[in-house]
């Protein structure tokens, strides 16, 4: 069964900084992965996906992930932080019918000014 | 992309009692999906509604408990029946264009339910 694993629940980082997110999949065959933005009290926001064409995914919002199959995972990053990141992140993998997603538990960002 | 309203953006409900939540698509799409979100938690799936034939249920999810109707290609709903606090959450309606590497999901801006 295909599912992935959010390293940390809770990231807390200075605005101007680094933000690293992380994610671990599992999967049976070449998976296509996704990242979400929630934002409170808002709808999810699709930022980037991966699905067997580069390696390095940009998205939105100056946000980038890599897969790594020797890994098996896929991380979120951005360079410079900024207070308007601070929401909730899902990372999703697609289930083996090709069109389910199933979500990761969440990783909440916090940016600290 | 698509635009998804639901429908209510949140009520209120006693429990025993039953909720139809409604999602509009302005666009028509085969494959559209429900949610749940528990307080604090992460997304899971309930069921798949595609037009024209039955909702398939995650495990742990029932028709009974959770029937889905599927009208047609702009339209769906979800119902909570017999409700208890523990469905508590916020429920979700999405729906995917594409296939392969274009398939994307879109998510509506979900309905917050309380159950007293």
């Known amino acids: 069964a295909q599912s992935v694993t959010q390293l940390d629940s809770h990231v807390s980082v200075s605005e101007g900084t680094p933000v690293l997110l992380r994610c671990n999949y599992s999967?049976?065959?070449?998976?296509?992965l996704f990242w979400y933005v929630q934002h409170p009290n808002k709808g999810l926001q699709l930022l980037l996906k991966?699905?067997?064409?580069?390696?390095l995914v940009k998205g939105i919002n100056g946000f980038e992930a890599e897969f790594k199959k020797s890994e098996t995972s896929f991380h979120l990053t951005k360079p410079s932080a900024h207070m308007s990141d601070a929401a909730e992140y899902f990372c999703?993998?697609?289930?083996?019918?090709?069109?389910?997603?199933?979500f990761g538990t969440g990783t909440s960002l916090t940016v600290i000014p | 992309s698509a635009v998804i309203s639901q429908k209510p953006s949140r009520d209120i409900c006693q429990r025993g009692t039953s909720l139809t939540i409604q999602c509009q698509v302005d666009?028509?799409?085969?494959?559209m999906f429900w949610y749940r979100q528990q307080p604090g938690q992460s997304l899971t799936l309930i069921a798949t509604?595609?037009?024209?034939?039955?909702?398939?249920?995650e495990s742990g999810f029932v028709i009974d408990k959770f029937p889905i109707s599927r009208p047609n290609l702009t339209f769906s709903t979800l119902t909570v029946s017999n409700m208890s606090p523990e469905d508590s959450s916020i429920y979700l309606c999405?729906?995917?264009f594409g296939q392969g590497a274009t398939y994307e999901q879109y998510f509506g801006p979900g309905t917050r339910l309380t159950v007293t």
């Open positions: 999703v993998v697609i289930g083996a019918a090709g069109n389910q997603f199933y």
């Open positions: 666009s028509q799409v085969t494959m």
């Open positions: 999967s049976s065959y070449s998976p296509s």
């Open positions: 991966y699905t067997s064409a580069a390696t």
């Open positions: 999405s729906v995917a």
């Open positions: 509604a595609n037009q024209g034939s039955e909702a398939t249920y």
